[in-house]
């Protein structure tokens, strides 16, 4: 157990609808990251959060926003769900916001299936 | 749970066998080197990491060999065990521009035959 929460677990949704995934990061760590990983393809970045400001981003689609709360917990909203959205997607969090040697520790995910 | 990366390279040991699995990383910047082991339903699970400064760590049965003349990181597992099935992925940290952002390679799957 990394330490990392992630809720659901499991979501089933049609296209074109929003669904909004949350993450509680380790205690202690001040900063979130989100990947995606499709089925087909590895561990994709698409956001970090540190401390509640947006820290750097990956190949995240306009469609996708973050936010990182005062107790920092984290959550991703995804809108205008497509088939192709239908992935695991995965919350991790480090201690520092930008330590070449910050461990990121992943969450359990969340399988988004968009039908 | 649902497999990840159903066309990912596979290897298959024995039991007890000692197992080496590669990976090629892309940007000779990158600073930091991870290896992650993801079980069929979970996240990835971190098991060891290395520095550019250094070209060998090892772990408890682990150990990270990197060659950053061409780009090469291993992981090499001895006495494999049937619970270190799993799909293995190593991440590098280009560190650019002061950003935490891992770039993690495709996975190779270890499949552990009794």
């Known amino acids: 157990d990394s330490g990392v929460t992630q809720t659901p677990k499991h979501l089933i949704t049609a296209t074109g609808q929003r669904v909004t995934l949350r993450c509680s990061p380790r205690s202690g760590d001040l900063s979130v990251y989100w990947y995606q990983q499709s089925l087909d393809q590895g561990l994709q970045f698409l956001i970090q959060y540190y401390n509640g400001e947006e820290r750097a981003k990956g190949n995240i689609l306009e469609r996708f926003s973050a936010q990182q709360f005062p107790d920092l917990h984290s959550e991703l909203n995804l809108s205008s769900l497509e088939l192709g959205d239908s992935a695991l997607y995965f919350c991790?969090?480090?201690?520092?916001?930008?330590?070449?040697?910050?461990?990121?520790?992943f969450g359990p995910g969340t399988r988004l299936t968009v039908l | 749970g649902e497999s990840v990366g159903l066309h990912l390279p596979t290897l298959s040991v024995q039991e007890g066998d000692n197992s080496i699995i590669n990976c090629a990383y892309s940007n000779s910047a990158s600073d930091y080197f991870i290896w992650y082991k993801q079980e069929s339903g979970k996240g990835p699970q971190f098991i060891i990491d290395?520095?550019?400064?250094?070209d060998k760590r090892q772990g408890q049965r682990v150990t990270v060999l990197l060659n950053k003349t061409v780009k090469h990181l291993s992981l090499q597992i001895a006495a494999t065990q049937p619970g270190d099935s799993a799909v293995y992925f190593c991440?590098?940290?280009?560190?650019?521009?002061?950003?935490?952002?891992?770039?993690f390679g495709a996975g190779t799957r270890l499949a552990v035959h009794p």
């Open positions: 290395i520095r550019s400064n250094m």
């Open positions: 991440a590098e940290n280009p560190f650019s521009g002061g950003y935490n952002k891992l770039i």
């Open positions: 991790a969090s480090s201690v520092g916001p930008a330590g070449a040697t910050d461990t990121q520790y």
